[in-house]
């Protein structure tokens, strides 16, 4: 068998996960959204399927007229997907951010004249920013908001920082690309066009036919050396099956500050996605990591971290390799010593300056008033538990309960609560799969799949009727209000028809867009961007619909089976009705111009005059 046709084995064997997405697609049109999809799965291989179809623009997928070339793009900061410009708050000045632009061929070649145009495309939406509604709505709308975001990045980040990487995806052999004198003259003036537009920092990065055959469905892993001062070694066992071993070391804080320098949020993807700012716990920790005399006593003050590892690979010089590294307790600790460790990097870059007779201006000067307390001592060391084991059950159970006594609780960590395990045995007796943990049911190649954020953001939506808030701040907004979705079975008996309905709603009305959208049986700009940008919102009008005046609580628990009834047999009578009266809610806040609504379905009052519709309503 041929590699070709090993690839379009591997294809076909995982397009299950995404048939939802190619109803009403045949011939060339499905054909290569069927690539897409594999590739950007394996490529982005944490993602959900949901995630990586928000970022796909082609015209073919899309029903659109033109996408110049670019079938896909994302902004990416660190591993995560960044869809609103609010998101960059969350990350330190040395993440690393890529712009991501995809052209994907699934034959066996790439032409010159694919890479032209490529390359034309490029320069109107990233250089130029010359892309038109009439061209491919759904396009231009993506392109409003990753704007903002990368006039933020630009702003507030450096570009050393910041790439930009064109991806060529297709069936073929690289070396084939890359042994044709046009086709390698075509990549460097994409290149070229990126740079003299500004974007220095560039790459093009090829995957071809071998590359996406070898692409499996795990995340990428964290390999990486620790050097330790002492270490007492426990060891269980060494068979990979029951293998549990445990390695208690002194390590030196500036190993630690350097690991989440170099790999960000990655490494505490077991633990949290995003290192949350707590100014009074961090303070503490800097302070203690940069005084004189209490430097050296850090370790005892201090709880330590736990890491985990599939493999501990024992070097000289005191040195452990660790396989599958994640930091899954001890985020906090880890983040101030690392800024503490920058505070001093800083202060010692501002005082050469001053030493070479340059003059420091007032911010300068403030800076180094602030920080100069704050400077990593490199005497510092911490109590680093370290273990080794290949049982994911076993991680999770770790990662629960050494974060057992702080308050920031993460997606991932709330997967073995009691209020989850419960929602996921009731969704799962009405055919839907609730995800606790990443890729858990979709690697058993199930269906109408649900993860803990998206459940979390379609209650919040449906049930507190705030979709704008949700959408905005997702992360921050489920350390505050968890207890309040899913409670403890012992503190609230909650009835789970509030977490069924919301996704009965999302399932019906995601249909319902994408038959739209196929179909092109909208052609009106301000519905069409509505549709995709305010599918929470649109999910309240909907129950709204059917409810009236009963949408509440008990409203929704009473009404459980005429709702999914409904959903089922007048969705298309709902609909309608939920786009006219959002459009007109929306109308009245933004204004008429579509290119409002981006923005605006993004700020709290939407939600208020969203609640005084709904609650108003006879």
């Not at 709505?137 to 980040?157: G, S, V």
């Not at 716990?281 to 800097?286: E, Q, R």
């Not at 628990?557 to 009705?577: C, P, W």
Request: aromatic share 10%; charged share 30%.
């Amino acid at each position: 068998m041929s590699i070709f046709k090993v690839l379009e084995g591997k294809i076909t064997q995982e397009v299950e996960d995404y048939s939802d997405f190619l109803s009403n697609l045949s011939g060339d049109s499905l054909k290569g959204a069927e690539f897409m999809f594999y590739s950007l799965a394996n490529i982005f291989k944490d993602k959900t399927i949901d995630e990586i179809e928000s970022g796909m623009v082609d015209s073919s997928y899309k029903g659109e007229k033109y996408d110049f070339g670019i079938d896909a793009i994302y902004i990416t900061g660190s591993k995560d997907f960044i869809e609103q410009k609010e998101q960059l708050d969350l990350y330190n000045e040395d993440t690393k951010f890529t712009i991501h632009l995809f052209q994907f061929k699934r034959g066996t070649g790439v032409s010159q004249a694919d890479l032209l145009k490529f390359n034309k495309g490029v320069k109107k939406i990233l250089v130029d920013e010359d892309l038109s509604d009439t061209d491919n709505l759904f396009f231009y709308n993506r392109m409003l908001a990753l704007n903002e975001i990368k006039t933020k990045l630009y702003n507030n980040y450096s570009t050393d920082n910041i790439k930009v990487v064109c991806h060529i995806v297709f069936g073929g052999v690289e070396q084939n690309l890359n042994s044709n004198p046009l086709l390698v003259e075509e990549l460097d003036s994409i290149k070229s066009t990126l740079t003299n537009g500004g974007f220095t920092n560039n790459e093009i990065r090829i995957a071809d036919c071998q590359k996406l055959i070898n692409a499996n469905s795990k995340g990428q892993e964290i390999i990486d050396i620790i050097e330790y001062e002492k270490t007492l070694k426990y060891i269980t066992g060494t068979a990979d099956v029951d293998k549990l071993n445990g390695y208690i070391c002194i390590v030196k804080g500036k190993e630690i500050a350097e690991l989440v320098r170099k790999h960000q949020t990655s490494i505490f993807e077991a633990n949290i996605r995003d290192y949350y700012k707590r100014s009074d716990l961090n303070s503490k920790i800097a302070t203690t990591s940069s005084s004189t005399d209490e430097a050296k006593y850090f370790w005892s003050f201090n709880n330590g971290l736990t890491m985990t590892c599939n493999k501990v690979q024992e070097l000289p010089n005191d040195k452990y390799r660790l396989y599958n590294l994640q930091i899954v307790n001890g985020c906090q600790t880890s983040n101030a010593i690392y800024s503490a460790l920058k505070n001093k990097e800083r202060i010692n870059e501002l005082l050469e300056k001053q030493d070479a007779g340059e003059e420091l201006n007032k911010k300068e000067i403030e800076e180094i008033n602030s920080k100069e307390k704050l400077q990593f001592n490199d005497e510092t060391s911490l109590l680093v538990k370290i273990v080794e084991t290949n049982s994911e059950d076993l991680i999770y159970r770790i990662t629960e309960t050494t974060n057992s006594q702080t308050p920031i609780k993460a997606f991932s960590l709330k997967a073995n609560d009691n209020i989850q395990l419960l929602i996921e045995q009731y969704l799962e007796s009405k055919g839907v799969w609730y995800e606790r943990r990443l890729n858990f049911y979709k690697n058993k190649g199930k269906k109408n799949i649900v993860n803990i954020q998206k459940l979390f953001q379609l209650f919040t939506s449906h049930i507190f009727l705030k979709p704008s808030q949700v959408k905005t701040r997702p992360k921050s907004m489920f350390i505050n209000s968890y207890e309040d979705v899913f409670p403890h079975p012992s503190v609230q008996n909650m009835n789970y028809a509030l977490y069924l309905i919301p996704i009965k709603t999302d399932i019906y009305l995601t249909k319902k867009i994408r038959e739209i959208q196929r179909n092109d049986s909208i052609t009106d700009g301000y519905q069409r961007t509505i549709l995709s940008y305010g599918k929470f919102h649109l999910g309240c009008f909907i129950l709204s619909s059917i409810l009236k005046n009963e949408y509440n609580l008990k409203g929704i628990v009473k009404n459980e089976a005429r709702i999914q009834s409904e959903l089922e047999n007048n969705i298309d009578q709902h609909f309608t009705d939920a786009l006219l009266n959002f459009e007109k809610t929306l109308k009245s806040f933004v204004g008429n111009r579509k290119e409002s609504i981006v923005t605006g379905v993004r700020k709290t009052e939407l939600d208020s005059r969203i609640t005084k519709f709904i609650k108003n309503r006879k």
